[in-house]
Nanobody, 126 residues
């Protein structure tokens, strides 16, 4: 059974960091592009960034380019989202998603991704 499980979210103060994890089971992440999306209260789900099968990174949200990065550990079948210098506007549920293509879609559109995790909550507050 294909499954994605996110973890690592929590409540942090502005300026702090978190590492979010996306662990896969039932298939190997290595051959596919994996993205992180987020959904803030009352807003649509938006693409944040994506890592291709050859570890190329595509950013979907300009506001995170200098603060967020994505990486994968093939041995652990896990993709990570390192989030630094967190701001209150980063508060959201963060989701990982997989597209069965090695390429990152050019835009962070939810319909381009076939499998999703259940999300992990990130709250940034003083």
């Amino acid at each position: 059974q294909v499954q994605l499980v996110e973890s690592g979210g929590g409540l942090v103060q502005p300026g702090n960091s978190l590492r979010l994890n996306c662990a896969a089971s039932g298939f190997t992440l290595g051959g596919y592009a994996v993205a992180w999306f987020r959904q803030a209260p009352g807003k649509e789900r938006e693409g944040v960034l994506c890592i291709s099968s050859w570890d190329g990174i595509t950013y979907y949200t300009d506001s995170v380019k200098d603060r967020f990065t994505i990486s994968r550990d093939s041995a652990k079948n896990t993709v990570y989202l390192q989030v630094n210098s967190l701001k209150p506007e980063d508060t959201a549920v963060y989701y990982c998603a997989v597209t069965f293509s090695g390429n990152c879609p050019p835009a962070g559109i939810i319909y381009d991704y076939e499998y999703w995790g259940q999300g992990t909550q990130v709250n940034v507050s003083p």
